[in-house]
């Protein structure tokens, strides 16, 4: 049995575990662990990893991962009624507590961090301006509003909270950056479509209007439309539309032309034209 907690033997098969996160669950008396690939555990709750094989190393229940040291029978059906061990490695992977060390979980909040703040400078402009924030101005915004990372959540849901946070705190003007899309519409659908679009309180005569329009009242801010144009039965539409309801549209569009839609991003907008992102990523260097 190897002593370093990296690498280790289990006593049963010998095969040897290596870039090891221990996952334990303090049961019935009893300490449960089970070793995970490090990254995996936390991709595994927030259901962004579906293979249990992709998160656990084996499906061995352990009194002591780093001895290597596996579970006792009777332990296993004392503490969980049962003795299947694929079964004890779900409950002690989502019930279990994530063992790291200081400076690991230190590292990873600091990372996760940074993470954060490029997805908000990436997502977000300045309205005044209409430029992009920094990294590192986005940095400074989140210590400002004392933002703490929550190691049990992905980076890319508290970038959302990040947003939301500094939109309330008014400690710097911020917005997400508009889309540019293109719709394109086949068919008899077509000048309805186009109808909806342009003003969402219209009455229709249509029998399904009413229901449409409750489908377009759960959009939460109508698009705008840049330029229409036809070509032969179709038609097509240059919109702006704010990122959040790209899924609501994309949704309406295939429902109104069953599946004949098309919806297509275009680019981010409402960022000035003249902004290089080289000067920026120079700004960033000289603020490290």
């Given amino acids: ?75 296993l059906i004392s503490a969980f009624n049962t003795e299947d061990q694929t079964k004890i490695c779900l409950e002690i992977l989502e019930k279990g507590e994530l063992q790291v060390s200081d400076k690991e979980r230190t590292q990873h909040l600091e990372t996760t961090f940074k993470e954060i703040a490029s997805l908000v400078s990436g997502k977000c402009i300045n309205p005044e301006t209409k430029r992009p924030y920094t990294i590192s101005m986005i940095e400074q915004a989140m210590r400002d509003i004392h933002f703490s990372v929550n190691p049990h959540r992905n980076a890319k849901q508290q970038a959302l909270d990040v947003i939301r946070q500094l939109k309330q705190s008014n400690n710097i003007p911020i917005q997400q950056a508009q889309m540019r899309v293109q719709l394109t519409i086949s068919g008899i659908n077509t000048i309805y479509f186009c109808i909806v679009l342009i003003s969402w309180k219209i009455v229709f005569l ?6 449409f329009k409750e489908k377009m009242n759960k959009l939460s801010t109508a698009p705008h439309i840049e330029n229409e144009e036809f070509l032969g039965s179709s038609m097509q539409l240059i919109c702006s539309i704010d990122p959040g309801v790209f899924r609501e549209l994309d949704d309406l569009l295939s429902s109104e032309t069953r599946g004949q839609g098309q919806l297509e991003l275009l680019s981010l907008m409402d960022v000035a034209e003249e902004d290089e992102t080289l000067n920026d990523l120079q700004e960033e260097k000289t603020n490290d």
């Avoid at 008396?29 to 190393?57: H, M, P, T």
Wanted: net charge positive; proline share 1%; hydrophobic share 35%.
């Fill in 206 to 211: 249509a029998k399904d209007a009413k229901k």
């Fill in 1 to 75: 049995i190897l002593k370093m907690a990296s690498k280790i033997f289990t006593p049963t098969n010998q095969i040897r575990l290596t870039n090891i996160a221990t996952v334990r669950l303090k049961k019935g008396g009893k300490r449960f662990e089970i070793a995970c690939y490090r990254n995996k555990v936390v991709s595994w709750r927030n259901k962004e990893e579906k293979d249990l094989d992709e998160v656990l190393q084996t499906h061995t229940v352990f009194s002591n991962v780093s001895k290597g040291q596996t579970a006792k029978k009777e332990d």
